[in-house]
């Protein structure tokens, strides 16, 4: 996302399933074509899965780039919510899905699809489910936490045979370690509003996904996440998301 202020930061649902029994799922199968992953910057991306174009937390200036038919936003804090870049970003008949306290900062009508914690919703082709994202001790003041548990979402996308999960803004929750069959994982590393690399890579050898991917990793050092997963068989991924320097 173009320069980013971290703080400012850092299809109809269905009845919510107990925490954090989390999502169970079929084996894992090696990660497929399915749902390719665009970098753009920290906390924004999208996938392309065929004609299907869906964004995660556009901002900043994202001209030239494809249109979103689905757009999936975490939480409230200025690096994940742009109203200007998401309706500069979504097609007229996108579908929007945002938790209740986002949808709260935006213009009436501007979610399509209020999604709480453990909700799934069925968009085409893909289901998504948003999954909690939180901290647990961190946050601005004694008291206070950067992200409280119930605000935000990270998202668990299931199409063919790709189970893609995308943690937001969190810490190592009970949630997180408790995802079974994740094909591909993007996991955040960045102090003080998540995790460090370490944490990061206890939870990822927790749930075992396939394959993890670091993201929205501003000033976090990699090769100490790398090395705490060496001799666990996840691939860690790579993926350029500070094209203009960290």
């Given at each position: 996302?173009l320069?980013?202020l971290l ?7 269905t009845?919510p399933?107990?925490?954090p ?6 084996a894992?199968?090696?990660?497929s ?10 906390g924004?991306l999208?996938?392309t899965h065929?004609d299907?174009v869906?964004?995660l937390d556009?901002?900043?200036?994202l ?13 409230i804090?200025?690096d994940?919510?742009?109203a200007?870049a998401?309706?500069a970003?979504?097609?007229a008949?996108?579908?929007v899905v945002?938790p209740?306290?986002?949808a709260?900062?935006?213009?009436e009508?501007a ?6 914690n453990d909700?799934?919703?069925t ?9 909690p994202m ?6 601005p003041?004694?008291?206070k936490?950067f ?5 935000g979402n ?5 199409v063919?045979a790709?189970r893609?999960?995308i943690?937001?803004d969190?810490a ?5 370690r408790a995802l ?5 994982a993007?996991?955040?590393m960045?102090?003080?509003y998540?995790m460090?690399p370490?944490?990061a890579a206890d939870c990822?050898?927790?749930?075992k996904?396939?394959k993890?991917?670091?993201y929205?990793h501003?000033?976090s050092?990699?090769d100490?996440f790398r ?8 691939v ?10 960290e």
């Amino acid at each position: 996302m173009l320069p980013v202020l971290l703080l400012l930061a850092c299809g109809t649902p269905t009845a919510p399933s107990p925490p954090p029994t989390a999502v169970s799922a079929p084996a894992k199968t090696e990660p497929s074509a399915d749902l390719e992953l665009h970098p753009i910057e920290h906390g924004t991306l999208y996938f392309t899965h065929g004609d299907t174009v869906l964004w995660l937390d556009p901002v900043g200036s994202l001209e030239g780039h494809p249109k979103a038919d689905v757009v999936l936003i975490t939480d409230i804090h200025g690096d994940h919510l742009d109203a200007d870049a998401l309706s500069a970003i979504r097609k007229a008949d996108a579908t929007v899905v945002a938790p209740q306290p986002v949808a709260a900062q935006l213009p009436e009508g501007a979610v399509t699809t209020v999604l709480a914690n453990d909700a799934t919703t069925t968009i085409g082709a893909l289901s998504i489910t948003a999954t909690p994202m939180y901290n647990h001790t961190r946050g601005p003041e004694p008291g206070k936490l950067f992200h409280d548990k119930g605000r935000g979402n990270g998202y668990l996308i299931e199409v063919g045979a790709e189970r893609v999960y995308i943690a937001g803004d969190t810490a190592c929750t009970d949630e997180m370690r408790a995802l079974t069959g994740v094909t591909h994982a993007l996991v955040p590393m960045n102090l003080p509003y998540t995790m460090p690399p370490e944490e990061a890579a206890d939870c990822v050898r927790s749930f075992k996904p396939v394959k993890v991917t670091p993201y929205h990793h501003r000033g976090s050092d990699l090769d100490v996440f790398r090395a705490a997963l060496e001799g666990s068989d996840v691939v860690v991924g790579t993926a350029e998301f500070y094209p203009n320097g960290e």
